[in-house]
């Protein structure tokens, strides 16, 4: 039977390989120490999920609740924004709740995108970034950029060469995955860029509270005037370790927020209103929650760092992020990542995200996610030692089990 239009445009889910293998290994009794997917292993704090059980014990909250969030949630995110980033945002016009940031993308992509629409994306990049898009609708142009003094003449590019222009642009800093930092002056250049050639900004600022070296990532809309052309995605999920409660925020430029709220009021009633009131209280909190969750985090970067450095795998440190970008061992990269991921599983009991799967600019690379304990990330080292030792000089002749099958 011939697949939906929408779905033919997607290409193969590389990540969905890796978990067949995963999945296969566990089964055979393999203690598979999984790197791959950026599903926090830490508790959501206490104090959070006490005031979830406090208010779900309320009958009247567990009616239809508020697609765009309840009104103290949205006056919790903007007094957020207004104490981490210096950004005043009017709750009721200039904030709206998402079932966290995927969701939040996903949907602006629909309220903005007509058929044939162009979009500038880094490559690689998260797949929701330019999927959405692409199930809108879209045509995605990538960019192989970096938030340097090379990002701007790129998009320049980028725009000479797209018929109609381009729609938006968007980034993504920390980056999921190459874990990249943008700087204030960064943003500037790209705002100031953006309003000369009226083109939307879509920031992806998901990890803004997982950063490691002293200096807190900026937000886009801390550039005077970017709220006329952006609109930022945050999410709770790594930040208070609450991925499966689904919530997150678009703020900024009250045009496409009202796009994006009035998509959603067709989709879906909003999260459940005790998770809403207890996020209204983790972003209300002092931070200390924020602080222990980072602190976790810096402390398994610099585990892993060390010991497959020791292991003979070089891994650049990230100054944010839950992730690292890792360059495949050159004696494997003619394999790609795909293949080279599939290796590890295998023969080192290894997962991780093969970096095709984030675009083909990112082959070379695997992303490794600091969700293992740091025990289980020296005994990863371990592992890959090994492997690395027994096949580095002939890496040809190690084949995935898959192949013979």
Known sequence: MEEFHKVRRLPPYVFEQVNRLKAS?????????????????????????DKLCEVV????????????????????????YLRRFGVKLNPDTQVVATLGSKEGFANMAQAITA????????NPTYPIHAFGFIMSGGVIRSLQVEPDDGFIPAVERGIRHSIPKPLALILNYPSNPTALVASLDFYKDVVAFAKKNDIIILSDLAYSEIYFDGNPPPSVLQ???????????????????????????????????????????YLDYGAFTPIQVAAAHALNGDGAEIEEVREVYHKRRDVMVDSF????????????SMFAWAPIPEPFRHLGSLEFSKLL????????????????????????????????????????KKFLATT?????????LAAHR
């Not at 991925?243 to 994006?260: C, K, T, Y």
Request: with cysteine.
């Open 25 to 49: 290994a566990r089964s055979r009794g393999a203690d598979i120490i999984d790197l791959g997917m950026g599903n926090p292993d830490l508790p959501t704090p206490k104090a959070i999920v």
């Open 309 to 320: 450095g020791r292991a003979g795998w070089t891994i650049p440190a990230p100054a944010a």
């Open 115 to 122: 058929p044939g629409d162009v979009i500038l994306c880094p």
């Open 57 to 80: 014990r309320d009958p009247r909250t567990h009616r239809y609740s508020a697609s765009r969030g309840i009104p103290g949630l949205r006056r919790a995110q903007a007094n957020y």
């Open 392 to 400: 580095a000089k002939q890496p040809n002749n190690v084949v995935p």
């Open 345 to 384: 599983i295998e023969h080192a009991d290894v997962a991780v995200a093969p970096g095709v799967g984030f675009g083909e600019h990112g082959d070379d690379y695997v992303r490794l996610a600091l969700v293992e304990n740091e025990h289980r990330i020296r005994q990863a080292a371990r592992n890959i």
């Open 223 to 265: 550039v005077p005037g970017a709220m006329d052309v952006c609109v930022e995605f945050t999410s709770m999920s790594k930040t208070f370790s609450m991925p499966g409660w689904r919530m997150g925020f678009a703020v900024g430029n009250e045009r496409l927020i009202s796009a994006l709220t009035r998509v959603k009021s």
